[in-house]
């Protein structure tokens, strides 16, 4: 090798050597200390129709467990997306659930949510499937409510989660459109659904103005009397915005005292009113 090569040679190892030797001030930053995580416990409870899994998260703590569903209505995919942001949001910040014990479903409806529709891929509208004694046999494109009560498996996954888990009271995540968002409740829930209301501004009614049979509000808050919010989130919204109005109301409910179930003092308030169609 010619003396000028080597020259060139020298100075470029040296240059490169010089680079690598002087850890720039990325590599001498340490890394942000990560925030202590608190996974979920996750397990399949059943499986759709068409075979896709129903997945139950539980934040195991202290006392009657706060039941959390999302997406039973395929069409209405931002209540998943809502329900998932709390799974994330309870990992990354454990304290907020103030100790209890939080079940999360966040996607009741595999198959509708898939498709964007409403119902399950038996064209059953699985909010209308649960046996409650208002529920009767009829036929209707959107609001069929199968062949009998609790005929499909994602209804059956719910009732399971909640034959096991003995909730103290429930928030099921929906959204409907008309600027018709709400706490809607079910049951000794009146109390539950105006705290909710105090954080998402969004008005507690006791009925949306037309019967819903087979609901799971009329199973579970008028026949069993565990207190249900049917929370409607504005469909015209991101999720995004929808987990920002709903973040604090959705952890309020959790964390609260649980109102006694049965219990017919006031607070809470006893309703007999019936869940909305768009729940
Ligand atoms: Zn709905």
């Not at 109301?249 to 005292?257: F, G, M, R, V």
């Amino acid at each position: 090798m010619r003396k000028g090569r080597w020259v060139r040679y020298l100075w470029a190892v040296t240059f490169v050597a010089g680079c690598a030797g002087k850890p720039g001030p990325e590599v001498a930053m340490r890394a942000p200390p990560q925030p202590k995580r608190r996974s979920a416990f996750m397990r399949e409870l059943g499986t759709s129709v068409q075979g896709r899994p129903i997945t139950l998260a539980t934040f195991p703590g202290v006392g009657q467990p706060v039941l959390i569903l999302g997406g039973i209505h395929g069409n209405e995919p931002t209540s998943a997306v809502v329900a998932r942001k709390l799974i994330d949001h309870l990992e990354l910040h454990p304290h907020n659930g103030a100790g209890r014990t939080v079940v999360i479903l966040p996607e009741a409806n595999p198959d509708g949510l898939l498709t964007g529709r409403r119902t399950n891929a038996n064209g059953v509208d699985v909010n209308r499937n649960f046996p409650a004694r208002n529920w009767r046999r009829f036929k209707h494109p959107l609001f069929d409510n199968g062949p009998s009560p609790a005929s499909e498996p994602e209804t059956q996954a719910i009732l399971a989660a909640i034959e096991e888990m003995r909730p103290g009271r429930i928030v099921s995540i929906h959204s409907i459109d008309g600027n018709k968002h709400c706490n809607n409740y079910d049951g000794p829930a009146e109390s539950l659904a105006a705290l909710m209301g105090r954080f998402n501004g969004y008005p507690v009614r006791p009925t949306m103005g037309y019967p819903t049979p087979g609901s799971l509000g009329s199973w579970a808050g008028i026949d069993k009397r565990i207190p249900i919010v049917t929370l409607e989130l504005p469909r015209n919204v991101d999720s995004e915005t929808a987990w920002e109005q709903n973040r604090d109301a959705l952890l309020a409910a959790i964390s609260a005292e649980a109102p006694a179930k049965g219990s017919t003092g006031a607070p809470p308030a006893i309703s007999a009113g019936h869940s909305p169609a768009g729940d």
